[in-house]
């Protein structure tokens, strides 16, 4: 049986992998500055991480959701108090892409609408609704289209307002800083007016956190730096260092009941004890300070290179900017100098989404590697 053919992929066939580093299978070692799309929160094999996954894998790793699993409400304990966002409830998945379609979902029958408002360059996944709010016409089919969604441009506040007074809308779905659509951010007067106006209008507010959330841009969700407060954060990503595990955190003011939503693999044993892992590492090893130092660091070093037009995003959700395609410089990268890089819908921008625990050395051997290419 052959595979289907939908990834374009680069000839290169990690083993292993450890820290800051993978491995192929000629024992080539590769500095990783992409994490997987930005997965791989806590670096790779990660000693707690490791113990945590095998140690609950030695005594239950799965079971449904119609028993009791007290590493749940341990997970939604301690997600509260990493991340200050107290009162909220925790429903947990399985990606990125489900948390947005059951955070689209839980807004549709809390406001009995179904317009949804996205924005221009947004991506939320590939499932039903999440796709149909992705702005991205190539990977919408016409079973998704069908979806009431209308796109407007990043940072008109008055085009929302005109929509919202138009009616029937259910939700807002926003990255406050895009992730394939190329690192664009609004400003704070923005995303307060976002959040003006859909309690105004009894309209659920997302804040789409999958790649932007536990701590890759510095602050625990990327939200938190514009002071505002979402009705659901949806989460993924980081959120599992490479465990496949989602969630949303959903506000009081929407109320639960029986049935309302459901998953079979969400919130499983493995899954929790994997993300536990993860927030436990964030804490103890200081890791959204870390991203904000790398950060401040990286800026400095890539000043020098005349090349680089813009730099965009925030903490260890980066993105350099060229006056030309970055396909062959990502290709110098991965196979001359052994670095992983990430594209995005841009396709003049590099994307950077290292682990957090990358330090100065690494971006050091990364901006020396991007001098020696530019050179060319």
Known sequence: MSLFDVYPLFDITPVRAIGMHVY???????????GGHAVISIGH??????????????????????????LQQQLADELEEASGCSFYQ???????????????KLASFHTEKKKVIAFTNGFHGRTSAAVAATDNAKIIAPINAQQSVEFIDLGDLDAVEESLKRGGVCAIIIECIQGVGGLDESTTKF??????????????????????GFGRTGDFFAFQKHEIEPDIISIAKGMGNG???????????????????GTTFGGN???????????????????????????????????????????KGRGLMLGLEFDFPVANLRKELIFTHHIFTGSAKNPNLLRILPPLTIQKKHIDQFVEALKEVLKQ
């Open 90 to 104: 925790l429903f947990l998945c399985n990606s990125g892409a489900e948390a947005n379609e059951n955070a689209l």
């Open 269 to 311: 044993h493995l899954a929790c004890a994997a993300s536990l892992a993860v927030l436990n590492v964030l804490k103890e090893e200081k890791l959204l300070k870390n991203a904000k130092e790398i950060s401040d660091y990286f800026l400095s070093q890539v000043q020098s290179i005349s090349q680089v037009k813009q730099v």
């Open 24 to 34: 192929d299978e000629n024992d080539v070692q590769y500095l990783d500055l992409y």
């Open 191 to 212: 995303y307060k007016g976002l959040d003006r106006l859909s309690k105004k209008h009894g309209v659920i507010l997302i804040a789409d956190e999958v790649q932007s």
């Open 45 to 70: 094999s990660h000693p707690t991480y490791v113990k945590n996954v095998g140690s609950q894998l030695e005594q239950i790793g799965f079971y449904s959701n119609s028993i009791q699993n007290p």
């Open 243 to 261: 465990f496949p595990i989602g969630g949303i955190l959903i506000h009081p003011k929407i109320k639960a009941s029986y049935g309302l939503l």
